[in-house]
């Protein structure tokens, strides 16, 4: 669509000399859409692999699909793994092959994409606490999300992801992705303390539900087992290489 505009003698204007007018001017001019319509093909009709081997490479590699890793080797996180493996968070946790991590307040839910598709076993955890820390926000839990802004919100959100990414022993202490949502409200911090005592107030209880929620005895108790278990099979694996070894 494209915006038409015309003066009050039915004259086109663009869209500039539009906004130059007055408030009274602009009351007497009129602006409807009219639609354009464009004749499109897929790529693979035409010559352009020909005509323009560079274009076409480079095309290919933009909507080329995502580089998957190996997860052998990534950071593990076994209390998270639990629970995405058990679907034990408050809502609907969806891992998929995909470019967007979000939380969706219309259907409770957040979308992660795959571990392997991130660069670090910490980013991937270090995103899925940031949409879990929004999804404490729902209406139905502490209420946060229709009263806040979305710039408080998203620091929030990533205070919640730092002090529980620390907790869990993912990360330790305030990374540089946090650091630049603390720049980014640093003046609002100076000018008004009040602003950061309440953002870490709503802080420590999106924390604390996250906490009650994937610390729990049983996931606790879990944890401990793989741990055990972990190390049995590296004595077993250790023993198994000396018993091979040349004398």
């Known amino acids: 669509w494209r915006q038409v505009y015309k003066d009050k003698g039915g004259n086109k204007i663009s869209y500039e000399d539009y906004m ?12 409807y859409p009219v639609g354009k319509t464009y004749i499109v093909f897929n790529a693979e009709q035409t010559r352009l692999p020909e005509v323009d081997p560079e274009k076409w490479q480079e095309m290919l590699n933009r909507f080329a699909p995502a580089t998957l890793r190996n997860e052998e ?3 593990r996180s076994p209390e998270l793994d639990y629970m995405l493996t058990n679907q034990a968070w408050i809502c609907p946790v969806n891992t998929q092959l995909s470019d967007k991590a979000f ?8 979308t992660m994409p795959l571990k392997t ?20 926000g ?9 009263a806040t802004e979305y710039g408080r919100e998203e620091l929030v959100a990533e205070m919640t992801a ?19 949502y603390l720049q980014g409200w640093l003046k609002n911090i100076q000018e008004k303390p009040e602003f950061l005592r309440t953002v870490m107030s709503d802080v420590n209880k999106a924390c604390d539900m996250i906490q ?6 049983e996931m606790a108790e879990h944890v401990k087992n793989e741990a055990i278990a972990s190390i049995d099979r590296f004595i077993e694996e250790s023993n198994q290489k000396h018993e091979k ?3």
């Open 138 to 146: 729902h209406e139905s839990r502490l209420n946060r999300l229709a």
């Open 103 to 110: 939380y969706s307040p219309l259907s409770d839910s957040i």
């Open 20 to 31: 130059n007018l007055s408030e009274a001017e602009r009351e007497q001019c009129k602006s």
């Open 212 to 217: 009650r929620r994937v610390m729990t005895p």
């Open 73 to 75: 080797g990534m950071l």
């Open 245 to 247: 070894a040349p004398v």
């Open 117 to 136: 598709q991130f660069e670090t076993g910490e980013y991937f955890y270090g995103t899925l606490l940031h949409e879990m820390a929004h999804s404490t």
């Open 162 to 180: 730092a002090m529980m990414a620390s907790q869990l022993g993912i990360t330790k202490g305030i990374q540089e992705d946090n650091v630049a």
